[in-house]
């Protein structure tokens, strides 16, 4: 079983900064990609950031300049650092890891997802 567990979730005042962690554990032989998507009331999940095995780093265009993503102690859990936060970034983020198992199968899974609030 592979589990990803999220913290750092919760509200913020506009211009605030939280940073989100996300670490997986279980039978992971190799991590393909992590990332941290979003999905906001009424609209569809959407990729936030991600950052694949090969350090290649992907931003949404609306968090370019205020979010970074890094990995945190390991390939297999990741930091999502939001600076500068907007009333439009509240959403739900769900960390998301790609991997591939012992017997060399290509998994996915998610997390259960943290609550990001920005609001005055």
């Known amino acids: 079983q592979v589990q990803l567990v999220e913290s750092g979730g919760g509200l913020v005042q506009p211009g605030g900064s939280l940073r989100l962690s996300c670490a997986g554990s279980g039978d992971i032989f190799s991590v393909q990609s992590m990332g941290w998507y979003r999905q906001a009331p009424g609209k569809q999940r959407e990729l936030v950031a991600s950052i694949s095995s090969l350090d290649r780093i992907k931003y949404a265009d609306s968090v370019k300049g205020r979010f970074t993503i890094s990995r945190d102690n390991g390939e297999s859990s990741v930091l999502l650092q939001m600076n500068s936060l907007k009333p439009e970034d509240t959403a739900v983020y769900y960390c998301?890891?790609?991997?591939?198992?012992?017997?060399?199968?290509?998994?996915?899974?998610w997390g259960q997802g943290t609550q990001v609030t920005v609001s005055s």
């Open positions: 998301n890891i790609y991997f591939v198992t012992d017997i060399g199968l290509l998994e996915e899974r």
